[in-house]
């Protein structure tokens, strides 16, 4: 059974590695102990991360700014830099506007190490958002949905946030389940929905969309759980 529940912030999970608790830390940027979690590993970045996601030795993260700053980056053996010197991070893409959720694809799509990335928020040049995915080895990329200013038709500039994969339509394989919106300005939705796209064997493409499944208007902020 599915369920579907608001949610208005995300939060990335990073496994424990238990060290005594960092102390006299200002507050506002970190809170140890205020909240159940103790600061074991503290990485220097130049860009402060939005969302980010540990697989393996890998850490993924994403960065926007209302100007210039979004990207993907990918720190290689991130436990190496835990309070020590800053590592060099690697930018994997710079073309999706304000890159949210970075989440790990399931294997029976595609195979292992491909992750997607859901972008766009409401700022002029950043809601034009979209959903793709990439292989963290070879780098191959796809758009899983029409946006983020890639050839894929004319087109509502929505936003989207994060994704899950179900069987949705019972056909043996996974579907892409979003939510996305489309603002005028900071606060007013003129469209939010939460939907499914069908997976019809291939990549998307320009003239191979994969076919849109509406379950609920007036959701966008949205979770899946089995």
Request: proline share 8%; with cysteine.
């Amino acid at each position: 059974m599915i369920k579907f529940s608001a949610l208005a912030a995300f939060v990335a999970a990073v496994p424990s590695y238990k060290t005594t608790e960092i102390k006299n830390t200002e507050r506002g940027v970190e809170v140890p102990g205020d909240n159940g979690w103790t600061v074991s590993c503290r990485v220097e970045l130049d860009n402060p991360p939005a969302f980010s996601l540990i697989d393996g030795n890998d850490l993924f993260y994403t960065t926007f700014a209302i100007g210039p700053g979004d990207a993907v980056y990918r720190i290689k053996n991130w436990l190496s830099h835990c309070n020590g010197p800053k590592p060099e991070a690697e930018s994997l893409f710079t073309e999706f506007p304000w890159p949210n959720a970075i989440q790990i694809v399931p294997e029976e799509l595609y195979g292992p190490r491909w992750f997607s990335v859901s972008s766009g928020f409401f700022p002029n040049l950043k809601n034009d958002g979209c959903v793709a995915v990439f292989n963290a080895d070879t780098l191959e990329m796809h758009y899983m949905t029409p946006g983020c200013k890639h050839l894929q038709g004319e087109h509502p500039k929505f936003f989207y946030h994060k994704v899950e994969w179900h069987d949705m339509d019972q056909d043996g394989d996974l579907d892409m389940l979003t939510a996305r919106c489309l603002n005028d300005g900071p606060i007013t939705p003129i469209n939010q929905t939460l939907l499914w796209f069908e997976n019809n064997g291939q990549f998307p493409s320009q003239i191979n969309l994969w076919k849109e499944h509406e379950i609920a208007a007036g959701l966008f902020l949205s979770y899946v759980r089995e």
